[in-house]
């Protein structure tokens, strides 16, 4: 973070400072980093006692200063030897502080915001899109998935004024959710990748999915860019909120940027991109054409922000893996295990089933794990009818379900009729392992697929770790 006073940081918290005992005063300057987990704070960072859904973090408050907390925030007065900013709402405060710091940076006319959003595929163009700007200058974007109210403001808070790029990926599950982040910060570049069923059921419905998502365009000021996707009329919809330019991505040959003759094999992802800059053949290691997509979407925010086409292609290139948890490729001794559950949506429980079948070749079984998509509501039971029969089509040899709330996927897989025991049911992960440890064998490709709430992604893990 920028180095700031206490009694700075205090007033533009709008909180009150109450110093402790190790000598520090009012004008103690404080430049570590701010976080809301007490295992991650280092010598001189700022500690955010959030209360939480099961605990709060004012109980953190001692482990925290252990580990050389400088400042804590709380909502009340609490006994501790560092000073304390109490103030009304602390997760409110740190975006208060967040956006101050943002705004300081920004004056000195050297930083530029990208904003990222999408049902689908924020995380992985994130990514792209940071790699990309690594390259130019100092960059700072969220670790994992940190695109709420609580990771927006803590991944702000880690720039200083030799930073040129901001890359936040913005998520959501109701209205309102990412217009209280761009209040923080206008983001220079905003990106919608596309829409789809991921967290209907919290949102009421796939219209509301579009009016929380059109709230990331809203934001864009006179000279903001939006890069919609083209091949997607519900994000092409939100054409109507850009305030000024509009560049455009996806498979038709009428988007700005585009791709085409994508093929997908265990090594990767190949096809053509093509942009007004010109065109290139892109190998790319990550794993689902899906994810071509992406690079495009990627490449379009790249080339606005005035890169050459020779460094998004290297940048791409060069790239290992999405991220951990999305189609990472584990395993060996012939088996390969594609560990894709870090989050799940039905699109991208689709794309994930269809690289499966893709990548294999006859000599390969193709084995599915698959877990509950979290947050579908009245959509769960027909998305699930949907991939059953998808599954079967596709000629997957042997689906694995995991979990109570996927037990009508394994149902109505099984109700099509054309199986006879490939469709295997099972409570737990414990339980589909030692299932999977007697069926494995070299030449199988497993994907191991569900949401996060579901943690397929350690049985995809101890797969992965038991096969290498």
């Known amino acids: 973070m920028i180095s700031m006073t206490l009694a ?20 103690t300057v404080i430049s570590g980093l701010t976080d809301t987990d007490s295992r991650l704070i280092t010598p001189g960072d700022i500690f955010v006692a959030k209360p ?14 252990e580990n050389g907390a400088a400042v804590v925030i709380v909502d009340h007065e609490v006994e501790t030897t560092v000073p304390q900013i109490v103030v009304d709402d602390t997760v409110v405060a740190m975006g208060r502080l967040a956006t101050e710091v943002v705004a300081r940076v920004r004056a000195k006319g050297n930083l530029t915001v990208v904003g990222i959003t999408g049902s689908n595929g924020k995380t992985t163009t994130k990514n792209l899109v940071a790699s990309m700007c690594e390259r130019v200058g ?5 670790r994992d998935s940190f695109n ?25 599950s109701g209205k309102g959710h990412i217009k209280r982040m761009t209040d923080m910060v206008r983001p220079d570049i905003a990106a919608v990748l596309m829409i789809g069923l991921a967290h209907a059921g919290e949102f009421g419905g796939i219209e509301t999915t579009v ?13 903001g860019i939006a890069i919609l996707n083209l091949d997607d009329l519900r994000v ?24 085409s003759d994508i093929t997908s094999s265990i090594e990767g992802t190949e096809f053509e991109l093509h942009t007004p800059a010109g065109d290139a053949h892109v190998r790319f290691k990550v794993l689902g054409e899906h994810h071509a997509m992406n690079a495009a979407a990627a490449t379009a925010i790249a080339l606005t922000l005035g890169f050459e086409l020779e460094l998004i292609v290297s940048s791409l290139e060069s790239v290992i893996r999405a991220e951990h948890w999305r189609m990472e490729l584990m395993g060996g001794n012939g088996v390969t295990v594609i560990n894709d559950a870090y989050n799940a949506s039905p699109d991208s429980m689709a794309a994930a089933l269809k690289t499966l079948r893709q990548v294999a070749g006859p000599e390969n079984r193709t084995i599915a794990v698959l877990g509950e998509m979290a947050e579908l509501g009245e959509y769960a039971g027909e998305e ?3 991939l059953a029969l998808l599954i079967v089509r596709l000629g997957i040899d042997q689906l694995v379900v995991v979990g109570d709330g996927a037990r009508r996927l394994h149902i109505s897989a099984i109700n099509e009729g054309s199986w006879d025991g490939e469709s295997k049911f099972y409570s737990t992960p414990d339980e589909a392992y030692d299932y999977l440890s007697s069926l494995l064998r070299a030449g199988d490709i497993v994907l191991v697929k569900s949401s996060n709430s579901a943690k397929l992604r350690f049985l995809g893990d101890r797969l992965g770790e038991a096969y290498a």
């Open 52 to 65: 939480g859904e099961f605990t709060d973090g004012h109980l953190f408050i001692p482990a925290a200063v």
């Open 8 to 27: 700075d940081i205090a007033q533009t918290m709008q909180g009150t400072l109450v110093l402790g005992s190790t000598g520090s005063n009012a004008d």
């Open 211 to 223: 009016e929380s998502k059109r709230e990331l365009i809203e934001s864009l000021g006179p000279d």
């Open 384 to 386: 699930q009818d949907r």
């Open 148 to 172: 709420n109210e609580v990771g927006t403001p803590i991944t702000m808070l880690k720039i200083t004024e030799d930073t040129r790029y901001l890359v936040l990926e913005l998520g959501a």
């Open 236 to 259: 092409m919809s939100m054409a109507s909120a850009a305030p000024g330019e509009i560049i455009t991505f996806g498979h038709s040959p009428e988007a700005n940027v585009r791709v």
């Open 138 to 142: 100092p960059t700072v974007f969220p």
